[in-house]
């Protein structure tokens, strides 16, 4: 199975995850950070998704045929401990061409959640096309050690610098030769070891404009 990696918007929309348990709250967590509007539909909740009630509307009951029949939501989730009700869900949102992603069947699902990290806008998604959620952890992990908050930093830094960034490089190439530059540099590790002027120097130098 080859996936396409995109990144959605989800903010404002409506999503509904079907099922109160542990992968259940992992998505609604997930969905909640990135600003959607989340209905869980489920006859009871974990301790995760109850400490979180107050953020999500709450349908205290099991999943009910007809569920999408209005078209009210962008995106399902189905994570119940049931696969004939998974599919069921699947198959409803089908018909109601709503994507839909099932907790117990990959090749079945019409998208899958990534495993994340993040620092801060940066956002590395890890799948593995459903082949294996414990190498996606394991990779994970790896990139957890390699990638810091140092690059949130910088990206926040530059940022505050785009105006000067682009007063010093009319052209995208020039931009390019710039952050080629920071990137080359000192600045991540200064960022790194917490001297955050030394490295705002050193990228306001890399920035002036060259006579």
């Not at 990135?34 to 909740?45: M, S």
């Not at 569920?67 to 049931?82: E, M, Q, R, Y």
């Not at 409803?92 to 495993?115: G, I, N, P, T, Y």
Request: proline share 2%; hydrophobic share 45%.
């Amino acid at each position: 199975m080859t996936l396409l990696p995109v990144a959605l918007n989800v903010t404002g929309q409506s999503t509904l995850v079907v099922g109160g348990g542990a992968v259940a709250a992992r998505k609604v967590v997930s969905l909640l950070g990135c600003g959607a509007h989340v209905t869980v539909i489920a006859p009871a909740l974990n301790a995760e998704l109850e400490e979180r009630r107050a953020h999500f509307h709450y349908l205290e009951r099991t999943w009910q045929s007809g569920d999408l029949a209005n078209n009210a939501f962008a995106l399902v989730f189905a994570c119940t401990n049931h696969r004939d009700i998974n599919a069921q869900i699947s198959r409803e949102a089908k018909e109601a061409r709503v994507w839909c992603s099932l907790a117990d069947d990959a090749a079945a699902s019409d998208f899958h959640s990534a495993a994340e990290v993040r620092r801060g806008a940066i956002c590395i998604g890890i799948t593995t096309g459903g082949g294996s959620p414990a190498v996606s952890r394991a990779l994970k992990v790896q990139i957890e050690e390699c990638i810091g908050d140092e690059w949130a930093l910088l990206l926040d830094m530059m940022s505050e610098r785009r105006a000067l960034l682009d007063k010093s490089a009319t052209t995208q190439a020039g931009r390019a030769a710039i952050w080629r530059a920071i990137l080359a540099g000192d600045v991540l590790e200064l960022l790194r070891k917490g001297d955050r002027q030394t490295a705002i120097e050193l990228i306001d130098a890399l920035m002036e404009p060259k006579a």
